[in-house]
């Protein structure tokens, strides 16, 4: 089955860069995904990385798949206070002819200046 | 190029009740996924539309039922409405398999 999990909140300086971490279980093929939701709005799909990568980089987003643990960050360079919002790690395998994410429980990520 | 839409923004309804509500996907998409969001919580799957059919369904009642028209716009509905059922309802639309889902701004349904 799938089960990904995340730490809950991240406390960060405007400026620095923030590292958000998780795990996931299922070891089949699969899509690895960062999505940002800010209050009142829905999921803004930030990133995706397939199973067989290691690593993506995206202006100030990179993202990390550690394969053997299971393990994927989402590294934020230079966080602004526009940055701060929940961020979603999810997993996706292709079942039934179509991708199917689940989510983890999301980390709230704070930015103060 | 708008994104995906949906309506109502807020609704608030009582135990009992039924509810529609309505999501528009992005342009070029033809497959519609729907999420419950309960506070604090990612996102659930509850179903998914492609061609007019439901082609995978989460874990959830049968009061929860959907339709995709032949534009590629879709319904939830919810029967029997419970409290348990006051989440923000979640429409995202991709193309074909749905390796890529875009999100609309979600629909905040209450349930007195």
């Known amino acids: 089955g799938e089960d990904v999990e995340q730490s809950l909140f991240l406390s960060v300086r405007e400026g620095d860069s923030s590292v958000i971490n998780c795990t996931y279980t299922?070891?089949?093929?699969?899509?690895l995904y960062w999505y940002k939701q800010e209050p009142g709005a829905g999921l803004q799909l930030l990133t995706y990385i397939f199973s067989n990568m290691d690593m993506k980089q995206d202006q100030r987003l990179t993202v990390l798949l550690n394969k053997k643990d299971k393990h994927l960050s989402l590294r934020i360079a230079d966080t602004q206070t526009g940055d701060s919002a929940i961020y979603f790690c999810a997993e996706s395998i292709r079942t039934g002819g179509s991708y199917i994410p689940t989510f983890g429980r999301g980390t709230s990520l704070i930015v103060h200046p | 190029d708008a994104g995906v839409t949906q309506s109502p923004t807020h609704l608030i309804k009582t135990r009992g009740q039924q509810v529609t509500l309505r999501c528009s996907p992005k342009?070029?998409?033809?497959?519609v996924s729907w999420y419950q969001q309960a506070l604090g919580q990612g996102p659930q799957f509850i179903f998914q539309?492609?061609?007019?059919?439901e082609r995978q369904r989460g874990n959830f009642p049968d009061r929860f039922s959907g339709h995709q028209f032949p534009n590629y716009s879709s319904e939830l509905n919810v029967n029997a409405l419970l409290l348990g059922d006051s989440a923000l309802y979640l429409c995202a639309s991709s193309w074909g398999q749905g390796r890529e889902q875009f999100f609309g701004p979600g629909t905040r349904l209450t349930v007195l």
């Open positions: 539309y492609y061609e007019e059919e």
């Open positions: 342009s070029g998409h033809d497959t």
């Open positions: 299922d070891s089949s093929s699969t899509y």
